[in-house]
C-alpha cells in the first residue's frame, strides 16, 4: 500500500507529547491519519494534538504512563472508544540513565527495564487486539536505538533496555506474520530531543531521583567520538519513516554514520564463525 492510501487510518504513538514522537505524529497527521497522542506529560500531549487538529487533522491527547501495565490498558481502551481502530502502533516510548555498570542503582536498572522494556511489551500487548480487529494494513513500529549497535560507556542500562527491544521485536514480527501485522525496529542515532529532562521528570518519585553527572555525559562522548557527531533533529529523523513502514522493512536506521562500525562489528562475529568452523569442524 502507499502512503497515499492512509487517509482515515489510525495511528497511536506512545511518547508523543515531545521529540521523536511528537515528530512521528505530525509525519502521520501530514499523511492523513487519524492520531492518538499518548504521554505521561500530559500538556505536551494535548499540544501536540492541538497543533495536529489545527492543521485540520483529527487528533485526541490520551494520558498514559507507560511504567504501569494498568495505565497502558486504560489507554488502549480509551483509544478504542475514540477511534475504533488501530493501523499503526508506536511503541516509542523509552528512559535513559546515566552512569557506570557499578554505579547504577537497582532502583536505575528497575526503571529503565520497566519502562523501556516491560512498557514495550504492555504497550504492544494492549493494543494487539485493536490491531487485530481492524481490517488493512497494520504495523508496529519499535523504538530502539543505534545503541544497540555501537555501544558507549555510561549507557548501560539503556543500552541493555534497547537490546532487549531488538530481541523482542525480531520474534514479535515472526509470531506476527502469520496474521500480516508487521514489525518494524527502528534505530535512531543522537538527537537534539528533550530526552534526559523528560525522563528524569517521568522518574516516579519512589525511586529518588535521576542523578545525572556531566563527568558520565563526557565519558561517554569521549569513549564514542565517531557517533557523537551523529545528532539530528527529530524531524530530520522521521523523514522517509512512513514509505518504510508501510513497507514493512524490518529496520529502520533514521540517521548516523556509524555504518563502517556495524562492518566491523559484522567482521569480528564472522572472525568468530571462522576460528570456531576451524578449530571444531566435523570430522569426516
Ligand atoms: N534523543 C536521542 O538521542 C535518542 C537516540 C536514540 C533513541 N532515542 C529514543 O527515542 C525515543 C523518543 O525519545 P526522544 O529523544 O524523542 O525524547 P523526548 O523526551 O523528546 O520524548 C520522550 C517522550 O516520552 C515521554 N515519556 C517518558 N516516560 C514516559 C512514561 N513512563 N510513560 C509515557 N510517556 C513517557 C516523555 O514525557 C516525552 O514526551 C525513546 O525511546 C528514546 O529512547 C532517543
Known amino acids: 500500500m502507499a502512503t497515499e492510501g492512509l487517509a482515515g487510518r489510525v495511528a497511536v504513538v506512545t511518547g508523543g507529547g515531545s521529540g521523536l514522537g511528537a515528530a512521528m505524529a505530525h509525519e502521520y497527521a501530514r499523511a492523513g491519519m487519524r492520531v492518538a497522542v499518548l504521554d505521561i506529560d500530559e500538556p505536551r500531549a494535548r ?27 486504560d489507554a488502549a481502551a480509551r483509544v478504542a472508544e475514540r ?32 519502562v523501556n522494556v516491560l512498557g514495550t511489551v504492555r504497550t504492544v500487548a494492549a493494543f494487539l487486539p485493536a490491531l487485530r480487529g481492524t481490517d488493512g494494513w497494520r504495523q508496529i513500529a519499535i523504538t530502539a536505538s543505534s545503541g544497540v549497535f555501537v555501544p558507549a560507556i555510561r549507557l548501560g542500562a539503556y543500552t541493555t533496555s534497547k537490546s532487549a527491544l531488538v530481541g523482542y521485536g525480531d520474534t514479535l514480527r515472526l509470531e506476527l506474520a502469520g496474521e500480516d501485522i508487521g514489525v518494524t525496529l527502528i534505530f ?12 528524569a521528570a517521568a522518574r516516579p518519585e519512589g ?10 555525559i563526557e565519558a561517554m562522548l569521549a569513549s564514542s567520538p565517531e557517533t557523537a557527531g551523529d545528532i539530528a533533529t527529530a524531524e530530520d529523523a ?8 508501510v513497507a514493512n522493512e524490518p529496520y529502520v536506521i533514521t540517521h548516523g554514520g556509524y555504518r563502517d562500525q556495524l562492518a566491523a562489528h559484522r567482521t569480528r562475529v564472522d572472525a568468530a564463525f571462522d576460528r570456531m568452523e576451524q578449530g571444531r569442524a566435523p570430522q569426516a
Not at 495536529?52 to 507507560?66: C, M, Q
Open 47 to 73: 499540544d501536540v494534538a492541538s497543533s495536529l487538529t489545527d492543521l485540520g487533522g483529527e487528533a485526541d491527547a490520551v494520558p498514559v504512563d507507560t511504567g504501569d501495565a494498568v495505565s497502558i490498558r
Open 83 to 114: 477511534f475504533g481502530a488501530c493501523n499503526l502502533l508506536c511503541a516509542n516510548v523509552g528512559v535513559q540513565q546515566f552512569g557506570s555498570l557499578d554505579a547504577l542503582t537497582d532502583d536505575d536498572w528497575t526503571w529503565v527495564l520497566t
Open 188 to 199: 535512531p542515532a543522537g538527537m537534539m530531543t528533550r530526552h534526559l529532562e523528560s525522563s
Open 207 to 216: 525511586l529518588g531521583a535521576s542523578v545525572l553527572r556531566n563527568e558520565d
Open 238 to 245: 522521521v523523514r522517509g519513516l512512513l514509505p518504510q513502514l
